[in-house]
C-alpha cells in the first residue's frame, strides 16, 4: 500500500500564505511526476499544479503567480507554497503521484481561505 501524507492545511486569512507539503514513499516519488489537485464543495476536482523530476512545472490559470510548487528529492516531498490565498481557494487539497507503476492519491488536507 502505497501512502502519501499530505500536511499544512487550515485556516487562512484572504491574501494570506500556507505552505502544504506530501511526503511519498521514495521508489514511488523519484520516478514520478507530483500533483497537487483540489476539490471544492459541489464541484469536480481539478489540477493545480504539478512537478516533474528535473523539475519542470505546469500550473492552472487560476492560480499561476501566487502558487509555486516544488519538490525536495532528497525528502522524497513535494510542497504547493500558495500566496495571495482568495476566497475561491477553498477546497480540500490532495497529493497526487504519478508514474509507470500508477497513481496513488493522499488523504487531502482541508485549506479555508476565510477572514
Known amino acids: 500500500q502505497v501512502q502519501l501524507v499530505e500536511s499544512g492545511g487550515g485556516l487562512v486569512q484572504p491574501g494570506g500564505s500556507l505552505r502544504l507539503s506530501c511526503a511519498a514513499p521514495?521508489?514511488?516519488?523519484?520516478?514520478?511526476?507530483m500533483e497537487w489537485y483540489r476539490q471544492a464543495p459541489g464541484k469536480q476536482r481539478e489540477l493545480v499544479a504539478n512537478i516533474a523530476s528535473p523539475g519542470s512545472t505546469n500550473y492552472a490559470d487560476s492560480v499561476k503567480g501566487r502558487f509555486t510548487i516544488s519538490r525536495d528529492n532528497a525528502k522524497n516531498t513535494v510542497y504547493l507554497q500558495m500566496n495571495s490565498a482568495k476566497p475561491e481557494d477553498t477546497a480540500v487539497y490532495y497529493c497526487h503521484s504519478m508514474s509507470w507503476r500508477g497513481g496513488y492519491w493522499g488523504q487531502g488536507t482541508q485549506v479555508t481561505v476565510s477572514s
Open positions: 521514495g521508489n514511488i516519488f523519484s520516478i514520478s511526476v
